[in-house]
């Protein structure tokens, strides 16, 4: 089981650029780390998924150690609308999804 | 195309009533999950669906709480005999393939208060 650890919560100004890690000691072989974004009112809805190394979209980056047990979400120059709560989810092809825990997330808070 | 719907958006009972909780996947999206979120909380893993399999029931908490899916379709989260402590977002979410890995997409839930 890949539980993972985030942080509460985090504070940031508009223009900044946002690091968000994540814990995932027991990360197996098989696990992507998938992060997500979740307004209120609204369901969580994918931002980024990597296996190692860095992958980057039009929304973010996502960094990954070598040894891939932490992973670092990478928001450039946030705005107030990148207020959200962030997931950090570990899993593959072998992993049950009852085992699926989405947690609590970081509460982000952009100010202006 | 459509993302996943759900319905109703808001469903307001009383204790002791039945509630039927519908969710329409993304169309050819093999596997299908269910999730409760208490104010304030994480998502919790109820039911997972992929394709003619026995599902996964082992997130329901309690035999109050079923879980139907005819073949890739729709699916229903029925809860029998509500308390109070079932009030939270019901978020229904689809993905393309099987695998923990998959990302999955999601609704905008249904809002269950039960008074």
């Known amino acids: 089981l890949a539980k993972t650890t985030q942080p509460i919560s985090m504070d940031s100004y508009e223009g900044q650029e946002v690091n968000i890690t994540c814990s995932h000691n027991n990360i197996a072989t098989n696990d992507y780390i998938t992060w997500y974004q979740q307004f209120p009112s609204q369901g969580p809805r994918f931002i980024i998924q990597g296996y190692k190394t860095k992958v980057t979209n039009e929304v973010a980056s996502l960094f990954i150690p070598a040894d891939r047990k932490s992973s670092t979400l990478s928001l450039p120059r946030v705005s107030l609308s990148d207020t959200a709560v962030y997931y950090c989810l570990v899993g593959g092809p072998n992993s049950g999804y009852s085992t699926l825990t989405f947690g609590k997330g970081t509460m982000l808070l952009v100010s202006p | 195309g459509a993302g996943v719907s759900q319905s109703p958006s808001n469903k307001v009972t009383e204790k002791g009533k039945d509630v039927e909780l519908r969710c329409d996947p993304i169309?050819?999206?093999?596997?299908l999950y269910w999730y409760r979120q208490r104010l304030g909380q994480g998502l919790e893993f109820l039911i997972y669906?992929?394709?003619?399999?026995?599902?996964?029931k082992s997130g329901l908490p309690s035999d109050r709480f079923s879980a139907e899916r005819t073949g890739e379709s729709v699916s229903t989260l029925t809860i029998q005999r509500t308390q109070q402590e079932d009030s939270a977002v019901y978020l229904c979410?689809?993905?393309?393939?099987?695998?923990?890995?998959?990302?999955?997409?999601f609704g905008d839930g249904t809002r269950l208060s039960i008074l």
């Open positions: 669906f992929q394709g003619n399999s026995a599902p996964d």
């Open positions: 169309s050819g999206h093999t596997a």
């Open positions: 979410a689809s993905s393309a393939f099987p695998g923990g890995g998959e990302p999955q997409h």
